[in-house]
């Protein structure tokens, strides 16, 4: 039986993830279509979900005591200041709430995640030869002069540097930047992201603020005392930036390993997401490593009926 004439099983959890809906440094030129068409994948998928918190609808799974109705958790994963901005508007006007994990040295200190840093990279550096040496491997790239042909080499060192990762990855970036002319305002990056009082007024507003680390490395990678500080000291330091209980995590990039897992946990956080893709069903979920459904790619005006598709499939592939 085709997917779309499954009926989805009763109190699963799909997590449908996002970044951001206006442009960064990182994603220049995503459509300005893109915040009506947000609002139109609200309308669509209220009349067909209960829209929850992660840690809602992760205590409704646990408790058994979800509704009849499949449940959908939107989360906003980085702490950019769109979420606040326009995102909690937007889905508060619909009557709907959300998950933000926000990153400590972003709204606290205005520091871009490292991939951030790269996009402003890319895409302001003029066109020709970009060339780094990282962990002992030389990488290479003929950078066009149209900057709207840049996305393939973007994701394509940003896939090299997650590979790679280690402490010195943002400091790389950063001096690249230096010794291509592109410009690192203080300014302009702390616009992007949110503040500590924005992710206040989101609690305010009845959305969920959870933890994404403390600088969004690569978590596997980390010896145990880094670890300590990315799960477990930026739980405790963002309830007092809060001043509110932080009950889930996100891990950076989806990466996490058995360490990650128990920390999660020691830390008391009631649940961690993951980048495993499917849904989260009552019978059949692990707490800390929760699934996200897939979602439609470009922002064409089928992007909230296909986005809506794609959480549909994945409640119904699910094995339960």
């Known amino acids: 039986m085709h997917p779309l004439w499954k009926r989805a099983p009763a109190g699963a959890l799909a997590i449908l993830g996002f970044h951001n809906i206006t442009p960064t440094f990182s994603q220049p ?25 992660v840690s809602d609808g992760m205590k409704r799974l646990a408790e058994g005591s979800a509704a009849g109705r499949p449940m959908l958790a939107f989360i906003f994963d980085d702490g950019y200041a769109d979420t606040a901005k326009t995102v909690m508007p937007i889905m508060k006007s619909e009557g709907l709430v959300g998950t933000s994990y926000v990153i ?3 709204i606290e200190n205005g520091i871009l995640p490292w991939y951030e840093e790269l996009g402003r990279l890319i895409y302001r550096m003029p066109g020709g030869e970009l060339a780094f040496d990282m962990a002992d491997t030389h990488l290479s790239f003929e950078i066009p002069r149209e900057v709207s042909q840049r996305d393939d080499i973007f994701w394509t060192i940003t896939r090299a ?22 410009s690192a305002e203080a300014k302009e990056a702390r616009q992007m992201l949110m503040t500590a009082e924005q992710a206040r007024s989101l609690v305010d507003a009845s959305f969920e603020v959870g933890c994404h680390s403390w600088t969004h490395p690569i978590l596997p990678t980390l010896s145990d005392e880094d670890l300590d500080r990315e799960i ?3 739980k405790f330091y963002l309830e007092g930036l809060l001043e509110h209980e932080v009950t ?11 360490r990650c897992i128990e920390r999660a946990e020691a830390a008391g956080y009631s649940c961690a997401v993951s980048m495993a893709c499917g849904a989260n069903l009552r019978q059949n979920f692990s707490p800390y490593h929760l699934k996200r459904a897939a979602m439609s790619e470009h922002i064409s005006w089928l992007w909230p009926m296909k986005t809506t598709y794609h959480v549909h499939a994945a409640l119904v592939s699910e094995p339960t």
Do not use: W
Not at 36 to 44: H, T
């Open 104 to 106: 400590i040295d972003a």
């Open 29 to 53: 030129h995503l459509s300005p279509q893109f915040p009506r068409r947000f609002r139109q994948l609200c309308r669509r998928v209220r009349s067909r979900y209960d829209v929850v918190t």
């Open 248 to 258: 889930s995590f996100c891990y950076p990039n989806g990466d996490n390993d058995e």
């Open 161 to 182: 540097m997650k590979q790679r990762f280690d402490a010195s990855t943002h400091d790389l970036v950063k001096n690249l930047q230096d010794h291509y002319g592109v």
């Open 232 to 234: 477990v000291a930026s």
